[in-house]
């Protein structure tokens, strides 16, 4: 078992910059690849970022290529998003989710764990 928790949402202007963290615990983190979703009102879960369990592969929406950075620190089993130049549409809630080491898409339904997501809003 495994339990995600997010932190770093808030309310900020657009061309803003927020640094969503994520901290795991249980099942050995380090084994596992590590993605952010974001869900906006009334529109399905999509996919944000990648990272693998070893932190040497990372992949983006290309929504958010360029804009988003996402890494982790296995001795802290904490994984980041790093968000600059914000937009409006970036609004949404966002979470984190683990899956094993053998998947690294951007399939929502593959992934086993969740947290209980962070609210970001850029205002315009």
């Known amino acids: 078992q495994v339990q995600l928790v997010e932190s770093g949402g808030g309310l900020v202007q657009a061309g803003g910059s927020l640094r969503l963290s994520c901290a795991g615990s249980?099942?050995?983190?380090?084994?596992?690849?590590m993605g952010w979703f974001r869900q906006a009102p009334g529109k399905e879960r999509e996919f944000v970022a990648v990272i693998t369990w070893s932190g040497f592969s990372t992949y983006y929406a290309d929504s958010v290529k360029g804009r988003f950075t996402i890494s982790r620190d296995n001795a802290k089993n904490t994984v980041y998003l790093q968000m600059n130049s914000l937009k409006p549409e970036d609004t949404a809630v966002y979470y984190c989710?683990?899956?094993?080491?053998?998947?690294?898409?951007?399939?929502?339904?593959?992934?086993?764990?969740w947290g209980q997501g962070t609210q970001v809003t850029v205002s315009s």
């Open positions: 989710a683990a899956v094993g080491a053998l998947y690294s898409g951007s399939d929502p339904t593959r992934y086993d764990y």
């Open positions: 249980g099942r050995t983190f380090s084994n596992l690849n």
